[in-house]
């Protein structure tokens, strides 16, 4: 899974500057995420299942227009 995928699925919403995984509810499934940013108990969570998580840069905001 990564930003397009949630987005995609109504998963996630919000300013498009990157997303944050959070360890709220339990897991059935193994899942690879891809994302910029998990908290500890998602990432434990992820991996206890045999998942795994990459984190990549967070996206920066356009710079504000003169």
Known sequence: MDEVALRSVGLANGPKLGIKILGTGDLTKKLTVVVSAISASAK?????????????????????KK
């Open 44 to 64: 434990t969570k992820i991996e206890a299942k045999g998942g795994s998580v990459e984190i990549i840069a967070k996206k920066s905001a356009a710079p504000a």
